[in-house]
């Protein structure tokens, strides 16, 4: 069993910096691909962000391209992303997951993923 928590969210304004963190115990998570979602209110959750085992491979959903960067740890069991120049549409709550499948964490379905944390809110203000 992995255990997930993520921590790093709060309010900031819009064109600030925050950084996400997803700490992983019971297990190591060197062999889990990882992923960052998020859910805003009265939305379905969505995709974020996905690295591979060995972080050699990064997927982004189009509206984060460029402004956030999600990277890992593993001799820390910790997961990262970075958000730059948030912006109000980025207001949700923040979700890492992980699976054994990079596939599955880039493509979906990605309610099957094995493990997920219980999020993390951020907020960003105009």
């Known amino acids: 069993q992995v255990q997930l928590v993520e921590s790093g969210g709060g309010l900031v304004q819009a064109g600030a910096s925050l950084r996400l963190s997803c700490a992983a115990s019971?297990?190591?998570?060197?062999?889990?691909?990882m992923g960052w979602f998020r859910q805003a209110p009265g939305k379905e959750r969505e995709f974020v962000a996905a690295?591979?085992?060995?972080?050699?491979?990064?997927q982004y959903a189009d509206s984060v391209k460029g402004r956030f960067t999600i990277s890992r740890d593993n001799a820390k069991n910790i997961l990262y992303l970075q958000m730059n120049n948030l912006k109000p549409e980025d207001t949700a709550v923040y979700y890492c997951?992980?699976?054994?499948?990079?596939?599955?964490?880039?493509?979906?379905?990605?309610?099957?993923?094995?493990?997920w944390g219980k999020g993390t809110l951020v907020t960003v203000s105009s």
């Open positions: 997951a992980a699976d054994l499948s990079y596939i599955t964490a880039t493509m979906g379905p990605y309610h099957v993923m094995a493990y």
């Open positions: 019971g297990r190591t998570i060197s062999s889990y691909a």
């Open positions: 690295i591979s085992w060995n972080g050699g491979r990064t």
